[in-house]
Nanobody, 127 residues
């Protein structure tokens, strides 16, 4: 069982930066691949970024590639999402997720591959 708590969301102007954090409970955090998803009002939840258990494999949605960076600190049981050059279309609730199935050495991009989800943190980018 893993519990996830996101933080770091807020209101930022276009072009600005935010860093989201996701703190995980439990001693088995390093066994999970992790991901970030987002959901804008009236839209489906979508993949943003994923990372393997040791950080050796990462992947990004095309819409954030080159602007967002996912990383993890297994000693701190935390995964991060550094978001730069933010755009109004990045406005959404951002969710952290953990996957304990399949190959942990690769990132995962499908919602169905994730077992645990956080409550989400709101990111609002003003124009």
């Amino acid at each position: 069982q893993v519990q996830l708590v996101e933080s770091g969301g807020g209101l930022v102007q276009a072009g600005g930066s935010l860093r989201l954090s996701c703190a995980a409970s439990g001693r088995t955090f390093r066994r999970y691949a992790m991901g970030w998803f987002r959901q804008a009002p009236g839209k489906e939840r979508e993949f943003v970024a994923g990372i393997s258990w040791n950080g050796g494999s990462t992947g990004y949605a095309d819409s954030v590639k080159g602007r967002f960076t996912i990383s993890r600190d297994n000693a701190q049981n935390t995964v991060y999402l550094q978001m730069n050059s933010l755009k109004p279309e990045d406005t959404a609730v951002y969710y952290c997720a953990a996957s304990g199935r399949g190959n942990m050495s690769v990132f995962k991009f499908q919602m169905g591959e994730y077992d645990y989800w956080g409550q989400g943190t709101q990111v609002t980018v003003s124009s």
